[in-house]
Each structure stands twice: as structure tokens, then as C-alpha cells.
């Protein structure tokens, strides 16, 4: 059946108004494609870009250990000189430009970590931040109190410290070395102590009693995550030496390490025995007046401390 003109024309029409609507169609598919496409490139290469990163929480003082409950695990996004400052959860203390490959991980932390410097909440760790934490629980390490010494006036909680004992002819010995401060009073410090650590302390405080005027005290380390511990120039006394030696609470290596020590500094030990046998007679009253005194002033916080916890009971049981 002819079509006359104007069906003919219609038909046309309609047909290059299909291809027209295929075209534009075909041309929007293309492009979303293109646009899927570069979606998927974009979001590959920010995956790639991004690392999992540890983050502290609280605060950390230099020297003092970070542990699991001190951080959280962010994704942040990394630029070629480092971290961007846009994704952390926490402030930004101190955002860190490390390279990726510089970036504390998980398995860094669970080691056991030391902080080389303090940090602050929303400080991204780098490897260069932390120290592999060397402490070393043994079965002879006990927690011990001591009343006798003269401290820091700012001295915290976590700081790290030396014990050194000076006389009055201006000696200055170190007894322990880098000891940290699990515990502070007023005029109390609680310290872990070794046996063999224990036993030198104990014949350095007899020692400063004996010899009037001489002095046990503390000093701070400045940045205990960077510095080393101090070498021990005190010697213990030839009697306490032949105590530790026969004590099956302290190893051999550490028994060989202070008999070593004593005989490399034999003079010394000498002058330290000159400065007691110049107190004569007054050595022994000497140490019975600083070991009383020490024990009076136990009694008097241990009875400060059963008030508190007294005190502390008692507000509890009125809150109820």
C-alpha cells in the first residue's frame, strides 16, 4: 500500500528521532561508564594512598610506656610527604609528615614501647618517636618505699631518676641509675627494685647515717626516652658484697657484674671507708637516729594512709 507524502514524511520523522534519542542515549551511558570508570580509579588510588595508622589518646611522658589502651587505629590518607591533616578522630596535637614506610604499626605497639620524648593526644606515631621497652619482670622485683631521700621539688609520678649519695667532701656517687617513680608522697618514693638493687640501696642509706653531713638524693633525667641509664659508681661495702654473693635471689651474671665493678674501683670504696671511720664513735648512733627517725616518719604515713582509706569508707557508706 502507497504511503502518501505526509505519512512518509511522519515515518521519517519518527525514525530520525529514535536514532536521535539512541544516539544521546548511547552518548549518556558512555559517559557514566567513563565517569564509573574514573570513580573506581579514584577511589583505587586513595585505597592505595591510605595507610592504618596508631594514634595516642592520652598523654605520654618521655620515657614512660605506651601501651594498646594508650592508642587508636585511624585510616589516614597520605600524601608523598606524608600524613594529611584531615581524617583523625582525636586533635591534631602533633600530625606527623613521616613517610608511610616510617609509621608505627599495631604490631610495633604490642611489643612494648617506650615514648623517646613527651606526646601529646592526637600524636600520629613514627618509629622514630618510640624506643623497644627493655624491661624485664624476674622473680626478684619488688616494689619498695623510702622515706630518706631528698627529692626534685617538681618530681611526678612516671618521671625517671638517679639515687646518687654525696659526702661532705664533695664525692658524688650514683647508687641507682634510672629508676622510674611508680609512686610519689610528699617525702615518699615507691621504686621496683631488684634483690641486688635492693641490697646496695640498703647499704648506701646505713652508709649516709654513718658519715654526717653526706646526702642521698634524686635527679631527673631530661628526656628519659633518649638518654641511657646512667653507669653505678657506688660499690657496696665488702660484707654486703659477700651477701649478695651468697643470695640465690640474685644471678650470677649480676653477682660477677657488681664483683667486677668493686674491684675495678677498689679506691673509691676506699675513700668511702675513710669518710666512716672518720665519724669514730658517732658512726654507729649515727644510723641508730636516721633509721629511727625513718621509722617514725613510716608510722606516720602509714597511719596518714589507714585515715584516708577510713575517710574514704565513710563517704562511701554516707553516699548510699
Not at 622510674?180 to 641490697?199: A, F, H, Q
Not at 633525667?221 to 660484707?239: A, I, K, L, N
Not at 658512726?283 to 621509722?295: F, H, L, R, T
Request: net charge negative; with cysteine.
Amino acid at each position: 500500500m502507497a504511503m502518501n507524502p505526509m505519512q512518509r514524511k511522519s515515518r521519517n520523522s519518527f525514525l530520525l528521532g529514535m536514532l536521535v534519542m539512541l544516539l544521546i542515549a548511547a552518548a549518556v551511558i558512555g559517559l557514566l561508564m567513563f565517569q564509573i570508570v574514573e570513580l573506581k580509579k579514584q577511589e583505587q588510588d586513595e585505597q592505595s594512598a591510605s595507610v592504618r595508622v596508631c594514634v595516642l589518646k592520652n598523654d605520654i611522658q618521655s620515657g614512660n610506656e605506651i601501651t594498646v589502651a594508650d592508642i587508636v587505629y585511624v585510616t589516614e590518607e597520605v600524601e608523598e610527604n606524608g600524613v594529611r591533616q584531615n581524617k583523625s578522630v582525636l586533635p591534631q596535637a602533633n600530625r606527623n609528615f613521616a613517610p608511610a614506610s616510617d609509621l608505627a604499626t599495631e604490631a610495633d605497639i604490642l611489643e612494648g614501647v617506650v615514648s623517646k620524648l613527651d606526646l601529646k593526644a592526637g600524636t600520629i606515631l613514627s618509629k622514630d618517636m618510640i624506643l623497644a621497652s627493655d624491661k624485664e619482670i624476674t622473680n626478684d622485683l619488688r616494689l619498695q618505699e623510702y622515706n630518706m631521700l631528698v627529692l626534685p621539688t617538681h618530681l611526678e609520678e612516671g618521671e625517671f631518676i638517679d639515687i646518687r649519695w654525696m659526702l661532705p667532701t664533695g664525692q658524688d656517687y650514683i647508687v641507682l641509675s634510672k629508676k622510674r617513680v611508680e609512686s610519689i608522697d610528699t617525702n615518699t618514693i615507691w621504686l621496683e627494685m631488684s634483690e641486688i638493687e635492693t641490697l646496695s640501696m640498703s647499704n648506701a642509706i646505713v652508709e649516709a647515717y654513718m658519715v654526717k653531713g653526706s646526702m642521698l638524693y634524686a635527679t631527673k633525667y631530661v628526656e628519659p626516652g633518649m638518654q641511657e641509664e646512667s653507669s653505678s659508681t657506688y660499690t657496696v661495702s665488702r660484707e654486703v658484697l659477700g651477701l649478695i654473693n651468697s643470695n640465690s635471689n640474685i644471678v650470677q651474671e649480676a653477682r660477677e657484674a657488681l664483683w667486677n665493678r668493686y674491684n675495678a674501683v677498689i679506691n673509691e670504696r676506699e675513700s668511702i671507708n675513710s669518710a666512716i671511720q672518720n665519724e669514730g664513735d658517732n658512726a654507729i648512733p649515727n644510723v641508730q637516729s636516721g633509721i629511727s627517725e625513718q621509722i617514725q616518719n613510716q608510722k606516720a604515713l602509714r597511719e596518714k594512709y589507714l585515715q584516708t582509706l577510713d575517710a574514704n569508707a565513710q563517704n562511701a557508706q554516707n553516699a548510699q
